[in-house]
């Protein structure tokens, strides 16, 4: 069984400042390792992933994650947030072997940004 | 393309009534999943179904949770005797396959059950 922390469950910030976003995550078994983001009023998004190779992984709005598989983490990085990037973030992992395909997800992360 | 669609957007319900949500994944998706999400918490897993394989119910809260699909098309999940911790937003998501798939979510049905 997978499980996933987000410590943090509010991180404010202001406009242009950078952030970090932790996510930890526990398994007995190699894990995939995706960011969702949930706008306010809108579904849940995928933001990026990590499947193999390359252990930092970007998205197309600025934010990078890396894998860093010793400190079984996964945090989320932007090196200057926009109004706009406000939203609630989401860790999950989900296992590549056997039938355990659902996402375990943390509970998540309250980004606000501020004028 | 269109993508993930659920129905009702809301559900107020009386406790100890039936209900059914429903849930029109993308064309071609074989992969569907059912989560819901509880005020202030993260997604749990409920149900998973891939292809014309049985479906892994392991999150199934109680047997009053019960869920179907037809094909690789609509499912529909079932709450029977809804209790007031039941309230909660169900979402919907569907992919290609299992595991590195990405995932993509329907817009939810929220459920209050008074």
């Known amino acids: 069984a997978q499980s996933v922390t987000q410590l943090d469950s509010q991180v404010p910030v202001f406009e242009e400042a950078p952030v970090e976003l932790r996510c930890n995550y526990s398994?007995?078994?190699?894990?995939?390792l995706f960011w969702y983001v949930q706008y306010p009023n809108q579904g849940l998004q995928l933001l990026l992933k990590y499947l193999s190779g390359s252990t930092l992984v970007e998205s197309i709005n600025g934010f990078e994650a890396e894998f860093n598989k010793s400190q079984t983490s996964f945090h989320l990085r932007k090196p200057s947030v926009h109004i706009s990037d406000t939203a609630e973030y989401f860790c999950?992992?989900?296992?590549?072997?056997?039938?355990?395909?659902?996402?375990?997800f943390g509970s998540g992360t309250q980004l606000t940004v501020l004028p | 393309g269109a993508g993930v669609s659920q129905s009702p957007s809301n559900k107020v319900t009386e406790k100890g009534k039936d209900v059914e949500l429903r849930c029109d994944p993308i064309?071609?998706?074989?992969?569907l999943y059912w989560y819901r999400q509880r005020l202030g918490q993260g997604l749990e897993f409920l149900i998973y179904?891939?292809?014309?394989?049985?479906p892994d119910k392991s999150g199934l809260p109680s047997d009053r949770f019960s869920a179907e699909r037809t094909g690789e098309s609509v499912s529909t999940l079932t709450i029977q005797r809804t209790q007031q911790e039941d309230s909660a937003v169900y979402l919907c998501?569907?992919?290609w396959g299992g595991g590195a798939e990405t995932q993509y979510f329907g817009p939810g049905t929220r459920l209050l059950v008074l």
């Open positions: 179904f891939q292809g014309n394989s049985a």
């Open positions: 064309s071609g998706h074989t992969a």
């Open positions: 398994s007995s078994v190699s894990v995939y």
């Open positions: 999950a992992v989900s296992a590549p072997e056997g039938s355990a395909r659902q996402l375990t």
């Open positions: 998501a569907s992919s």
